[in-house]
């Protein structure tokens, strides 16, 4: 039976941790080996899930050190799973990654979008439940058809490609570790995903990508999430090397990323203007609103599950 490891980087996530993890040991119909890593955390989550879950067989946790004056950003953590996972998998497992206030979204998620490939697939992409808990929203977002091409995806579309909602193959992540000695580029500290999956890209064929209409994962927009935590000018010197690194994306959506930030650090008549306007990813993917409640209980489910 394929492997499916997911990875999940920790920083001061002990009182949401438990759902994250629980989503995923309880997966059915599947092989799956969860990989933790601890980022330095300071209100003792690493204590806590070696006390609850290091006697499972199929549970890896990794702890690294926090740098002084690191940036805020999962790349350092993710790199560790990786490469566990380079060393302890077959070229025909598959990998994910989770951040750890993400939850799948059933108990047959993995095994349901593993169904959906064929022989050859290397990157198998589903669509992910977002949920705003403060203005209690809930919609489910994956790209539209005409941009799930590769072609599109390499000069833009990759900037709203779902990210989370997708299992790599391990052959992929070898040999990108092979290739570049890292999949996540630890010099920035936002956007990181983008940049992997250009990269990923790259070693695709245009019949190696399965996309799938099946719910993969419940993202969380607010809160003390990373993204919200990123000043503008971090941004746009992320957006900068990300775009420099990979030039097959469109330098009109580089402008348009950067009006879009620049209205949103404005104040309130930046935003304003915004909200006349389609965000730049938005161009690519289409939503579906959800129950604010139906997403929330699945949510739920998971944290009281353990």
């Given at each position: 039976?394929?492997?499916?490891?997911?990875?999940?980087?920790?920083?001061?996530?002990?009182?949401?941790?438990?759902?994250?993890?629980?989503?995923?040991?309880?997966?059915?119909?599947?092989?799956?080996?969860?990989v933790?890593?601890?980022?330095?955390?300071?209100?003792?989550?690493?204590?806590?899930?070696?006390?609850?879950?290091?006697m499972?067989?199929?549970?890896?946790?990794?702890?690294?050190?926090?740098?002084?004056?690191?940036?805020?950003?999962?790349s350092?953590?993710?790199?560790?799973?990786m490469?566990?996972?380079?060393?302890?998998?077959?070229?025909?497992?598959?990998?994910?990654?989770?951040?750890?206030d993400?939850?799948?979204?059933?108990?047959?998620?993995?095994?349901?979008?593993?169904?959906?490939?064929?022989?050859?697939?290397?990157?198998?992409?589903?669509?992910?439940?977002?949920?705003?808990?403060?203005?209690?929203?809930?919609?489910?977002?994956?790209?539209?058809?005409?941009?799930?091409?590769?072609?599109?995806?390499?000069?833009?579309?990759?900037?709203?490609?779902?990210?989370?909602?997708?299992?790599?193959?391990?052959?992929?992540?070898?040999?990108?570790?092979?290739?570049?000695?890292?999949?996540?580029?630890?010099?920035?500290?936002?956007?990181?995903d983008?940049?992997?999956?250009m990269?990923?890209?790259?070693?695709?064929?245009?019949?190696?990508?399965?996309?799938?209409n099946?719910?993969?994962?419940?993202?969380?927009?607010?809160?003390?999430?990373?993204?919200?935590?990123?000043?503008?000018?971090?941004?746009?010197?992320?957006?900068?090397?990300?775009?420099?690194?990979?030039?097959?994306?469109?330098?009109?959506?580089?402008?348009?990323?950067?009006?879009?930030?620049?209205?949103?650090?404005?104040?309130?008549?930046?935003?304003s203007i915004?909200?006349?306007?389609?965000?730049?990813?938005?161009?690519?993917?289409c939503?579906?609103r959800l129950?604010?409640?139906?997403?929330?209980?699945?949510?739920?489910?998971?944290?009281?599950k353990r």
């Amino acid at each position: 039976m394929e492997k499916v490891f997911v990875i999940i980087p920790m920083y001061n996530a002990q009182n949401q941790i438990d759902g994250a993890i629980q989503s995923v040991l309880s997966q059915k119909n599947v092989d799956v080996k969860l990989v933790l890593v601890d980022h330095g955390s300071s209100d003792k989550t690493l204590e806590y899930v070696k006390k609850n879950y290091s006697m499972k067989e199929n549970v890896c946790i990794i702890s690294l050190n926090r740098i002084p004056n690191e940036r805020r950003s999962a790349s350092r953590p993710l790199n560790a799973g990786m490469k566990y996972v380079s060393k302890h998998s077959s070229n025909t497992d598959w990998v994910m990654r989770l951040d750890s206030d993400d939850v799948l979204v059933s108990e047959h998620t993995i095994s349901s979008a593993l169904k959906t490939s064929v022989k050859g697939i290397k990157i198998i992409s589903g669509s992910m439940y977002f949920i705003d808990t403060c203005n209690q929203t809930a919609q489910e977002y994956k790209l539209k058809p005409e941009y799930s091409s590769l072609i599109e995806l390499k000069k833009g579309a990759a900037y709203a490609y779902p990210h989370h909602a997708s299992l790599i193959s391990t052959r992929l992540i070898k040999k990108l570790i092979s290739n570049d000695g890292y999949i996540y580029y630890q010099k920035i500290g936002y956007g990181e995903d983008l940049d992997v999956t250009m990269r990923l890209l790259n070693l695709c064929k245009t019949n190696e990508i399965c996309f799938s209409n099946i719910p993969m994962i419940i993202k969380e927009l607010s809160g003390n999430t990373i993204t919200n935590s990123i000043d503008f000018k971090t941004i746009m010197h992320d957006h900068y090397w990300i775009f420099k690194r990979n030039r097959n994306l469109s330098r009109f959506l580089y402008v348009n990323i950067v009006l879009w930030y620049l209205m949103e650090s404005s104040g309130s008549i930046g935003k304003s203007i915004n909200k006349k306007r389609l965000p730049p990813a938005l161009k690519y993917s289409c939503h579906k609103r959800l129950s604010f409640k139906n997403v929330l209980s699945i949510k739920q489910a998971w944290i009281s599950k353990r």
